[in-house]
């Protein structure tokens, strides 16, 4: 990228802000100004990007960044080599030549001086670990989720893209997409009155610790590197059901179930919506009557919702205030209280395509301005998460401090929120 978009850290954090107070109007567009003759990019105006991880999600993410103008993939990296020649014949077709480099150890992808942005769709037990490797590296990178594993690497996350300016997009890709958009501007903007619940359904409440299959033949380490796929988690024998992500540490030795998986994204709407991208609830109940329960320091309380999804979709979300309430989810319906609410309702877009995500990210990058799921949002939603994991797993009311960043007078609890990470890997 050219040097001329090099901004200072006092700009990055001021602009950081007023990006993140912004109006929520979608969907995102290149500027034409980063186009020459033809709209093709100038080379000084492109984002070199290296793929770690390119199984079903990453191969997806790297189709719709291929797509890009702005954007050129020159690198990358898997621990199956079929997976790597997969997804270096996608990057060859696209760009018409074969300077696609392979590797089946990411971090000499991460030495690169020229690659500026990372895409790391990973298993969950990598994303952190990497995400703060490419950070002190002096990379951007869009991480898939769920991002961490616990409240420690959560906090280490945010630490470590505040401390070095890097910029930093989760994979909560809803963000950027019109509807749901559209219902946390309700909330914001007062149209629904003072908020009073949000509710977050993620499709499964079920925590139990990492699980331990049956050995089975380990593959050639040119085709498949098995001690690299474990890299910071415990070791374990070979099982190629674990290469398919069946459960495998998904957080803190708590597999988590559908509260990270896909609480990541809709707990993630609910901590927008009540703008509490720097903070958690303070409060959290076990599951009773089917749901958990937690409250925010605003008094805002917050409902997970466990069985199976309705009318909407994935992913649904719910914000209630004392005017009036939304809901909507991923099949682009928005449901509201009174007729009036939906006067100025986005585009309607079913599914949850990440194309708008991505291209937040990339602007980001450009700008150095903070994405709409920046390592401050990140690493909040996660804690949430975690927490109401924690609550579940141990079946008892849990208090959080989101300063101290500790369970109160609970031992137990403080201790879910780290691990110990296999030699030789540091976050």
Do not use: C, M, W
């Given at each position: 990228m050219s040097k001329k978009t090099v901004i200072h850290r006092r700009q990055f954090l001021r602009r950081g802000v007023a990006a993140a107070g912004a109006a929520v109007a979608l969907p995102h567009f290149l500027s034409s100004s980063v186009l020459g003759k033809g709209n093709v990019v100038a080379p000084s105006d492109r984002i070199i990007l290296g793929a770690m991880g390119v199984g079903n999600r990453g191969s997806y993410d790297l189709g719709c960044i291929l797509g890009e103008p702005d954007v050129r993939v020159v690198a990358i990296a898997d621990v199956q080599a079929a997976r790597r020649r997969r997804a270096k014949g996608m990057v060859d077709k696209r760009y018409g030549d074969t300077k696609c480099v392979t590797y089946g150890d990411f971090r000499e992808m991460f030495a690169r001086k020229d690659i500026d942005a990372l895409l790391i769709a990973t298993g969950p037990n990598w994303h952190a670990t990497a995400a703060i490797m490419a950070a002190k590296a002096g990379k951007d990178a869009y991480c898939e989720k769920p991002c961490t594993k616990n409240v420690a690497q959560s906090l280490e996350l945010a630490a470590t893209y505040e401390r070095t300016g890097r910029v930093?997009?989760?994979g909560m890709q809803r963000r950027n997409m019109p509807h749901f958009a559209f219902?946390?501007?309700?909330?914001?903007?007062?149209?629904?009155?003072?908020?009073?619940?949000?509710h977050a359904h993620p499709g499964g409440m079920g925590t139990s610790t990492s699980g331990w299959m049956p050995a089975e033949k380990e593959p050639a380490k040119e085709e498949v590197d098995w001690n690299m796929y474990l890299g910071p988690a415990a070791w374990r024998p070979y099982n190629r059901r674990l290469m398919r992500g069946f459960g495998f540490e998904k957080g803190g030795g708590l597999v988590g179930g559908g509260i990270l998986e896909w609480g990541s994204h809709c707990v993630d709407q609910c901590q927008w919506a009540n703008e509490a991208d720097r903070t958690a609830p303070v409060e959290y109940w076990p599951i009773e009557n089917g749901q958990a329960t937690a409250k925010y320091a605003n008094g805002v309380k917050l409902v997970v919702r466990g069985g199976g999804w309705g009318k909407l979709g994935s992913c649904p979300a719910r914000f209630e205030g004392t005017k009036g309430w939304v809901e909507t989810?991923?099949?682009?319906?928005?449901?509201?209280?009174s007729p009036e609410?939906?006067?100025?309702?986005?585009?309607?877009?079913?599914?949850?395509?990440?194309?708008?995500?991505l291209r937040d990210f990339f602007n980001c990058v450009k700008t150095r301005g903070l994405p709409r799921a920046n390592h401050f949002a990140t690493c909040?939603?996660?804690?949430?998460c975690h927490a109401v994991n924690a609550a579940i797993f141990l079946k008892r009311k849990l208090t959080y401090d989101p300063k101290k960043h500790e369970f109160i007078g609970d031992k137990e609890a403080n201790r879910l929120r780290s691990e110990a990470l296999r030699e030789p890997w540091r976050l």
């Open positions: 930093f997009q989760g219902a946390v501007e309700l909330a914001h903007t007062g149209r629904l009155g003072k908020l009073t619940e949000v989810g991923d099949n682009g319906d928005i449901n509201v209280s609410l939906l006067v100025g309702r986005g585009e309607k877009i079913r599914g949850y395509p990440a194309n708008n995500h909040y939603t996660h804690i949430a």
